[in-house]
């Protein structure tokens, strides 16, 4: 079995191989037994070794000599109220980020929008880093989603396990990236709702026998 800290370690490094999470910006958790493990306040990938990951409970209660990520309201809350929410990654990834400085989500532009619950991936009000009202603002815009932006800050993903979680992360910055360019030439024509139900039926039973 993967130990949850080392696990926590890899893909922390991997978001910022990846160019998903420059520097100290963002952070990401694991649920654990015990409630979840969060990366620490702070500590770039490269400095950064697995004893750092930071327990904490489901009542917001943290263990260790250091300090956790400052975001650590929103991924105890998320544990709280989404059961099937294994891991949770928060990250500035450059598309993403400049989407959600114009407070704007995903519109349904491409059908690939579904893999993250439905038609569209809506964009959190602002509220200040850190805060329990980025929190609440979070979990609103999260309501039937896996993924949703965080205005003027960055982008939010969930999934059952880290890997999960972080091919959504993935697969969402280059949406992000899809649509700003396609903006290029005007808003992108947006699927019906009758088109987007069909892809939703078609995806529903893709890959099976």
């Given at each position: 079995m993967i130990d949850p800290a080392q696990a926590l370690l890899a893909a922390t490094r991997r978001l910022a191989e990846t160019g998903l999470n420059p520097g100290s910006a963002g952070n990401l958790s694991v649920r654990t037994v015990e409630g979840f493990l969060i990366t620490p306040s702070g500590i770039p990938p490269e400095e950064l070794g697995a004893e750092m990951m930071v327990?904490?409970?489901?009542?917001?209660?943290?263990?260790?000599?250091?300090?956790?990520?400052?975001?650590?309201?929103?991924?105890?809350?998320?544990?709280?109220?989404?059961?099937?929410?294994?891991?949770?990654?928060?990250?500035?990834?450059?598309?993403a980020t400049a989407l959600a400085c114009h407070r704007r989500g995903l519109p349904p532009f491409h059908y690939m929008i579904?893999?993250?619950?439905?038609?569209?991936?809506?964009?959190?009000?602002?509220?200040?880093?850190g805060t329990?009202?980025?929190?609440?603002?979070?979990?609103?815009?999260?309501?039937?989603?896996?993924?949703c932006l965080m205005a003027n800050h960055g982008m939010l993903v969930l999934g059952r396990d880290l890997p999960q979680a972080?091919?959504?992360?993935?697969?969402?910055?280059?949406?992000?990236?899809?649509?700003?360019?396609?903006?290029?030439?005007?808003e992108p024509v947006h699927l019906t709702d009758e088109e987007i139900a069909e892809a939703q039926e078609a995806i529903a039973g893709y890959g099976r026998r």
């Open positions: 327990p904490m409970t489901l009542e917001g209660i943290s263990s260790g000599p250091w300090p956790p990520s400052s975001e650590w309201r929103f991924h105890r809350d998320l544990y709280r109220s989404r059961p099937e929410a294994g891991a949770v990654v928060h990250c500035h990834s450059p598309a579904l893999r993250f619950g439905g038609p569209d991936v809506r964009c959190a009000r602002y509220a200040r880093f329990q009202a980025l929190s609440d603002a979070v979990l609103e815009a999260l309501e039937g989603r896996r993924a972080l091919a959504l992360a993935q697969e969402l910055e280059t949406l992000c990236e899809h649509y700003l360019r396609a903006r290029t030439l005007g």
